[in-house]
């Protein structure tokens, strides 16, 4: 009986951790919106369009990222491994960047080359807020276990 409801008690924590989660990203989500929204001055006509880019571009680069991973640590590979990782890694950034002229370029029919600028300006800002915040966040987290 005491199995039967740990592992009850665990699966129901795991699912609250994953909602958490949820909740978390979709607040980041609403953030990053506005602030880019905000920061770059998008117009509804403006925003309905760029938004669907934006998603596009972002699931792009995400992939993009995936494929960067290694599937060993660095310090585990021999030479022909790290040539071979290094090469894969070179041509994803190439991809990445191919990836970014793209989207610039469709995002010229959008928006303004000032938005644009500001948009990867706000994009950039957002990134390094958000880096910041969770490192306080961290912080204090360690803070409360230490007490």
Do not use: C
């Not at 979709?26 to 998008?42: K, M, N, P, Y």
């Amino acid at each position: 009986m005491l199995v039967f409801a740990l592992s009850i008690w665990s699966l129901a924590t795991a699912q609250d951790r994953e909602l958490n989660q949820q909740r978390l990203q979709e607040r980041i989500e609403s953030q990053r919106i506005a602030f880019i929204t905000e920061r770059v001055h998008l117009t509804p006509d403006e925003a309905m369009i760029f938004w669907p880019l934006y998603n596009e571009y972002r699931d792009g680069g995400r992939a993009l990222k995936a494929k960067k991973k290694a599937d060993k640590l660095l310090l585990d590979m021999d030479d022909n491994e790290a040539t071979a990782y290094l090469s894969n890694l070179m041509e994803v950034e190439r991809e990445e960047l191919m990836l970014k002229i793209d989207y610039t370029e469709r995002l010229k029919s959008v928006l303004s080359p000032k938005k644009i600028l500001r948009f990867y300006t706000a994009e950039r800002q957002f990134k390094e807020r958000l880096v910041q915040l969770m490192s306080q966040r961290r912080d204090r987290i360690q803070d409360r276990r230490k007490r």
